[in-house]
Every structure is written in C-alpha cells, then in structure tokens.
C-alpha cells in the first residue's frame, strides 16, 4: 500500500508542478523533506535514549509485566495475537497513556519501544503484523484528553473560551478511535491485506499465533529473580507516590493549600485543570518512579538504565531513510500545489454537504505535515477570529486527528517493515471520522 501511495505522490508531484509552472518548488519541497527528515531524526536521538533506558529498567524491574497483566482483558481483545505477558503490552500500553495526555516527547519513543516488542514476535519480516497495524491504527486515532496545542494557539489569539473544545476533542477523539481499531479488525480479514504463509504448506494459523513458549521465554528471561520487596522499600514507593498525590491536588484545587490561583487557569473547570496536572506530573512521576521501583527490586539502575539507552541511536538510524522517503514525496506534493488542486476539486462537492470550505486544506494537510496543519490552523484563527464556529471546528480537527503518513513511516521504519498492509488505510479512516466527527459536534454543542 505505501508503495502505491508514495509513487502516486511522486508522480502527481511533477505532473501538477509541470502544469503549473512549479517544478522550482517540487525541487525545493523534495530537498526541504530530506532536510527536515533527518532534523526530526536527529532530535529523537536524546529523547529516545532516555525512555528506551527507563523502559528497560521498568522490564528488568517486572513493572510492565504487572502493568500489562493488570489490562490483560482489554489488549487480549485489541492484540489477541500478542502473549498476554509479552513485553509489547507494557509498551503499548504506556505509549497510549502518553498520548492521551498529549505527552509527544513521550508516547514516540514508546511507541518505537512498543514496535520492536510487536517484531520480535513477526515471523514475517519486512511485512507488518496484524498487532503493528491495529496498534498504528490507534495511534493515529488516539483518544485526546486535552489538545494542548490547539488550546494554546486559542488563547494566545485572545478567545474568550479556549478550552470549550476539549469536550469536543474528546467526543471527536472517540469517534475516531472506534473507527480506526473497527476499521484494522475488518481490513485484515479481507483477501487483499490477509497474510499469506511465509513458505510453501506452512499453516497461516500457526504462523500467526505465537507460542506459549515463547511467551514464557519473554516473561523469564534475563529478568530478576522475584523476591518480597523490604518494608522499607515499600514504604519508599509510597511516600513517592504521596507526594505526587499532593502536588496533583495542589495543582487541581490550590485553595486546599493556600496557594495564589494562577489567572491562567482560575477560569478553568475541574476537570480541565485535572487533565493540565496529569500531563504537567506524568513525566517527572515516571522519571523517578520506574527507577526507584527497579532499586527497590535489586536492579542495579545505572547500568541497566545505560544499556536500555544504548539502543536508541541504532533505532533512529534506521527510521531515517524511511522518514526521508516520505516526507521528500510530501514535500514535493505540497510543492507542486496538489493540496490546493484538491481543495478546488472538492469544494463543489463539499459545499451542498454544508461543510466549511475553510477547514478543506487543513482536513487534506493533517495526514501528511503537522507543521503544516499548524500553520493553517493559525492562519484561520487569525483569519476568522479564535471564537468563531469554523475556527473551533480547525482547532478541534488539530487536535482529533493526526500526521499518518509521518507516524507510519517513522513507527514501521523503526523495524524496517516495507508492507504496512492496512495499518494507512485505517489510520486515514479514522483521520476522516475526526474531521467528520468534528464538524458534527462543533455544530451541534457551539
């Protein structure tokens, strides 16, 4: 399918640009895409080193184990092809807590985590698995408990309400999200994207449901062996995971602490300010956590914390070439005006529907370039006013749907998979029920 897709953009790249006299911008868009590819690349080394040491020493600890056993139910019926007590459910897992929260410099490189647990379990190399392309699907379709970003650009541009759309998001987030995971169950079925046997006679049953000894292999290996934590320990935890506690309900209700409310977030409801805190604490929380829990559990912290981060300069090394491939052909796309083609295209047929042609360029821009969407979404603030319906209807679109093409080719890079199967399709479905979903909710509760 990425194949497909990436020849498609290519093409009507210097096509469109040809006939428009744009070939200088189809050029620069091309060496602009390289050049922002390996940026981006780059800037992931540090932040990918940091969470790949802190992941492993939460494994080597057994906490994402536990994690996963506890929401067993849940990931069986999303990954039913995944070992319960697989590492990949503890990655995952926390990977979609993070980007509930809005959490980027986080859920990245948990997500890249959670991929190379998903292939050490494909025995199809290159090819992506049923769970890489339902845990893809999710992640392009995340529940938003709070789009940051949208509500900053919001209130920078003065709206007298910028947190109305978090209820929005939410709702729209939702939508999205049933639809991605319904549409990855449905689309693997089909003769098109089912895998096929890797060799001549081989039972595709047995292909694709691991082994119970391969679970055990994940849930024993190299990890400590299980002792009762001391008193003193367990004490430890829980005056760390006090003080938490008090610092959250001093952010939510800073009366109870006597503390000046900030006149940035005086104004804002109970629940906004609880999801502000949660995305403001989760960070140092699971800094300082995941270590402490390894020390109290006789992991020599350091070392493992090292050897966890070892790993991620070799895991951005082999996103970059995926990365540049696809935002060269996005960048050449954008070049030749193809956004504004289709936007001409789809206007006559969108209008009758009552669909504001406003939203047309950043509903077709999202999948492809944030910084993009970025851009046209202040430009129609700016344009519109911050409280103005369209304007509400932009920021919670930013915030419901999310850069597909970029997650698909950062996320299945990271293990050098080149069939991503269905993983774009339903990620772009459920990019099309947010905007949809989005239009309908902003209309109905503004």
Same mark, same amino acid.
């Given at each position: 399918?990425?194949?497909?897709?990436?020849?498609?953009?290519?093409?009507?790249?210097?096509?469109?640009?040809?006939?428009?006299?744009?070939?200088?911008?189809?050029?620069? !868009?091309?060496?602009?895409?390289?050049?922002?590819?390996?940026?981006?690349?780059? !800037?992931?080394?540090?932040?990918?080193?940091?969470?790949?040491?802190?992941?492993?020493?939460?494994?080597?600890?057994?906490?994402?184990?536990?994690?996963?056993?506890?929401?067993?139910?849940?990931?069986?019926?999303?990954?039913?092809?995944?070992?319960?007590?697989?590492?990949?459910?503890?990655?995952?897992?926390?990977?979609?807590?993070?980007?509930?929260?809005?959490?980027?410099?986080?859920?990245?490189?948990?997500?890249?985590?959670?991929?190379?647990?998903?292939?050490?379990?494909?025995?199809?190399?290159?090819?992506?698995?049923?769970?890489?392309?339902?845990?893809?699907?999710?992640?392009?379709?995340?529940?938003?408990?709070?789009?940051?970003?949208?509500?900053?650009?919001?209130?920078?541009?003065?709206?007298?309400?910028?947190?109305?759309?978090?209820?929005?998001?939410?709702?729209?987030?939702?939508?999205?999200?049933?639809?991605?995971?319904?549409?990855?169950?449905?689309?693997?079925?089909?003769?098109?994207?089912?895998?096929?046997?890797?060799?001549?006679?081989?039972?595709?049953?047995?292909?694709?449901?691991?082994?119970?000894?391969?679970?055990?292999?994940?849930?024993?290996?190299?990890?400590?062996?299980?002792?009762?934590?001391?008193?003193?320990?367990?004490?430890?935890?829980?005056?760390?995971?006090?003080?938490?506690?008090?610092?959250?309900?001093?952010?939510?209700?800073?009366?109870?602490?006597? #503390?000046?409310?900030?006149?940035?977030?005086?104004?804002?409801?109970? /629940?906004?300010?609880?999801?502000?805190?949660?995305?403001?604490?989760?960070?140092?929380?699971?800094?300082? /956590? /995941?270590?402490?829990?390894?020390?109290?559990?006789?992991?020599?912290?350091?070392?493992? /914390?090292?050897?966890?981060?070892?790993?991620?300069?070799? #895991?951005?090394?082999?996103?970059?070439?995926?990365?540049?491939?696809?935002?060269?052909?996005?960048?050449?796309?954008?070049?030749?005006?193809?956004?504004?083609?289709?936007?001409?295209?789809?206007?006559?047929?969108?209008?009758?529907?009552?669909?504001?042609?406003?939203?047309?360029?950043?509903?077709?821009?999202?999948?492809?370039?944030?910084?993009?969407?970025?851009?046209?979404?202040?430009?129609?603030?700016?344009?519109?006013?911050?409280?103005?319906?369209?304007?509400?209807?932009?920021?919670?679109?930013?915030?419901?749907?999310?850069?597909?093409?970029?997650?698909?080719?950062?996320?299945?890079?990271?293990?050098?998979?080149?069939?991503?199967?269905?993983?774009?399709?339903?990620?772009?479905?459920?990019?099309?029920?947010?905007?949809?979903?989005?239009?309908?909710?902003?209309?109905?509760?503004?």
């Amino acid at each position: 399918m990425l194949n497909y897709i990436w020849l498609a953009l290519v093409v009507l790249a210097v096509g469109i640009g040809g006939w428009n006299d744009r070939l200088n911008e189809v050029t620069a !868009g091309a060496f602009d895409g390289a050049k922002t590819a390996v940026t981006i690349a780059l !800037g992931l080394i540090g932040v990918m080193a940091l969470w790949l040491g802190v992941m492993r020493l939460a494994e080597r600890a057994g906490l994402v184990q536990r994690i996963a056993r506890g929401l067993r139910p849940i990931m069986r019926r999303l990954f039913p092809d995944v070992p319960p007590e697989h590492p990949a459910m503890g990655s995952m897992l926390m990977n979609m807590a993070a980007n509930m929260l809005g959490l980027g410099n986080a859920a990245t490189p948990l997500g890249l985590r959670a991929m190379r647990d998903l292939e050490s379990l494909n025995p199809r190399p290159g090819v992506a698995s049923n769970a890489m392309c339902t845990f893809l699907a999710i992640n392009t379709a995340s529940v938003q408990l709070i789009p940051a970003t949208a509500i900053a650009l919001l209130a920078a541009a003065g709206s007298k309400r910028p947190t109305a759309i978090v209820g929005t998001a939410l709702l729209a987030t939702l939508c999205a999200a049933t639809v991605a995971i319904t549409a990855a169950k449905i689309l693997e079925k089909l003769p098109f994207f089912r895998l096929r046997d890797t060799a001549p006679g081989r039972d595709d049953a047995l292909v694709a449901e691991p082994t119970a000894a391969s679970a055990d292999i994940f849930q024993t290996e190299d990890l400590p062996p299980k002792t009762k934590p001391a008193a003193w320990a367990s004490a430890l935890l829980i005056v760390l995971a006090l003080f938490f506690l008090a610092l959250f309900v001093r952010m939510v209700f800073p009366a109870v602490f006597n #503390v000046p409310a900030d006149p940035n977030t005086a104004t804002q409801s109970a /629940f906004v300010r609880c999801v502000n805190a949660l995305s403001i604490l989760a960070i140092p929380f699971l800094l300082s /956590f /995941f270590p402490v829990y390894a020390a109290t559990r006789g992991v020599k912290v350091y070392e493992e /914390f090292v050897e966890g981060a070892k790993e991620g300069f070799g #895991v951005i090394l082999k996103i970059i070439p995926f990365l540049v491939a696809m935002l060269v052909a996005i960048g050449m796309f954008k070049g030749a005006g193809g956004i504004d083609l289709l936007t001409r295209v789809l206007t006559p047929v969108l209008t009758p529907l009552h669909f504001p042609t406003d939203l047309l360029p950043l509903a077709l821009m999202r999948p492809l370039s944030g910084s993009a969407t970025l851009a046209i979404l202040t430009d129609i603030i700016h344009r519109l006013g911050p409280d103005n319906i369209v304007s509400l209807m932009a920021a919670t679109i930013y915030g419901s749907t999310e850069t597909t093409f970029y997650v698909a080719a950062v996320y299945f890079g990271s293990v050098s998979v080149k069939q991503t199967r269905h993983a774009i399709p339903a990620g772009l479905l459920g990019d099309l029920a947010g905007v949809i979903a989005s239009v309908i909710v902003c209309r109905t509760v503004f």
